[in-house]
């Protein structure tokens, strides 16, 4: 699978009870989940990501607040608010994302489908461009 897309996983429960949201590997998550990360306590101001992945395939969720994410594919950019639990984006290889508007109690959960590897990022934009190019 390449490329992004919005995903919409189901909610189980009632607004009386609450909710439960199950994400399983090879079932509604399209990889085998290596590594769960989350990023929290982002100041407002702050935009992280920057950066591309060779390989990995990932799954931002976000559990808690709101976040914005800006897409971009070489051609075209899209910006996706993440504000739900039961929704994430799946963001497969060579799409560059910025990661921005954390809400103050934002916490962003991302599943990867490799474990870090520092090698397998591409940090600059330009160097993306080139890489795109083949
Ligand atoms: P990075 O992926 O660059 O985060 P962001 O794009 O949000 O700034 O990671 C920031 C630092 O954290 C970097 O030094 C690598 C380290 N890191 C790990 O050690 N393991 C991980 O799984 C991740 C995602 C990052």
């Given at each position: 699978m390449k490329y992004f897309k919005k995903m919409k996983f189901k909610k189980i429960g009632s607004k009386k009870r609450g909710f439960i949201t199950a994400l399983e590997q090879k079932k509604n998550i399209p990889f085998e989940i290596k590594r769960v990360y989350y990023i929290y306590n982002v100041p407002s101001d702050v935009t992280r990501g920057h950066h591309a992945h060779k390989k990995l395939e990932q799954i931002l969720i976000c559990t808690s607040g709101s976040v914005k994410i800006k897409i971009k594919d070489g051609c075209n950019q899209e910006i996706i608010e993440l504000n739900e639990p039961s929704k994430g984006l799946y963001i497969g290889p060579s799409i560059w994302r910025e990661i921005y508007?954390?809400?103050?109690n934002c916490t962003l959960m991302v599943l990867a489908s490799e474990y870090y590897d520092e090698e397998d990022y591409i940090r600059n934009y330009n160097n993306y461009l080139r890489y795109l190019g083949g």
């Open positions: 508007d954390y809400s103050e």
